[in-house]
């Protein structure tokens, strides 16, 4: 049942503060799936939020959690505050976004969906986090928003015909094998790879479709890049390509810079027959320029060769 909402004036009428503070003046409470939950007033202003089961467990494990002495015992619970530190300013608010960056997921994908999602999430706040406390005054004038490329899970491919072919037994195993491994050899079939770079690309124009309706005035200076990691740079790379290639493929924004991150990209350029770097290099209008960002104990990565690394625009 969800909580009742009181106005400042009904939870006066609730409370008494000559009331001893070790004991509960109301309390209200909420019972769900995963445990139940109550807020208890024990002052005007000191409310704790109480939880049992294992939304407690969650509470704990993340922090927040305080103990309150109440008759001697000890009450586990998550302090709730009301009102604000400062009053706020017109130029606190968080500065405009000035650079897009789109992150295109790599293998694996199907067997934690929404991951991408959330690593892109924590991406934003990480940067303007990050931005603050290097700026000299305090302030920013503009800042990075990470928005997710979701190309595997709507994807059906082999329309279930894997599912109905794998056998019963180490079924763990399988459905990580099924769901991860498997991801490389879609790719690399010519029957559906195809799918994969449309999926692909349709995730980004939507993407970059529904950032431009909720900020219009970014198109007039829109820097957009892509960030893709392991496969996802694969993926990436060859949506540029064929921009390169044909009119018909091109996205709906220009690219500021391609960031491949653990990326196995040089691989496959070695095993489609690349062999120079004419055959491989984005041209500006398509990609201003291209990082290979990797770890040296990473087993995925490959380092671009060194032809390439001497091209411009690399």
């Known amino acids: 049942t969800a909580l009742p909402i009181y106005t400042s004036e009904e939870l006066r009428g609730k409370i008494d503060d000559k009331k001893s503070k070790t004991e509960i003046l109301h309390k209200l409470e909420s019972v769900g799936k995963q445990g139940s939950s109550f807020i208890a007033w024990y002052g005007k202003d000191e409310v704790w939020l109480n939880k049992k089961g294992f939304a407690m467990a969650v509470t704990e494990a993340v922090g927040g959690v305080f103990r309150r002495k109440k008759s001697g015992q000890l009450v586990r619970g998550t302090r709730l505050r009301r009102g604000w530190h400062t ?5 606190d608010c968080i500065p405009p976004v000035s650079h897009l960056v789109l992150v295109v997921h790599g293998i694996g994908q199907a067997l934690s969906p929404g ?3 959330t690593r892109s999430f924590k991406l934003s706040n990480d940067s303007i986090k990050e931005m603050y406390e290097d700026s000299i005054d305090g302030k920013i004038e503009g800042r990075v928003e990470f928005l997710p490329v979701e190309w595997r899970t709507s994807l059906k491919l082999d ?3 894997l599912d109905r072919i794998t056998p019963p037994g180490i079924s763990q195993i399988r459905r990580v094998s099924n769901s991860v491994v498997l991801d490389v050899l879609y790719y690399m079939s010519p029957v559906f790879q195809p799918e994969i770079l449309a999926s692909a690309r349709s995730s980004m124009n939507r993407q ?3 950032f431009i309706q909720r900020h219009p005035g ?5 820097r957009v890049s892509i960030l893709a990691h392991s496969l996802g740079s694969v ?3 060859e949506i540029l390509d064929e921009a390169r290639r044909s009119e018909k493929f091109k996205l709906d924004f220009d690219v500021e810079n391609f960031f491949a991150i653990g990326s196995p990209l040089s691989l496959f350029w070695t095993m489609g027959g690349r062999v120079d770097s004419s055959s491989a290099i984005l041209p500006e209008t398509i990609c201003k320029r291209m990082f290979n960002i990797y770890h040296r104990s990473d087993p995925v990565v490959q380092r671009i060769r060194m032809e390439f690394l001497f091209s411009p625009g690399i």
């Open 218 to 222: 970014f198109a007039k200076q829109a």
């Open 208 to 210: 970059y479709g529904k």
């Open 115 to 117: 991951s991408v999602a």
């Open 87 to 91: 009053t706020a300013k017109a130029s």
């Open 159 to 161: 329309d279930g015909v």
């Open 235 to 237: 993926v990436a790379y």
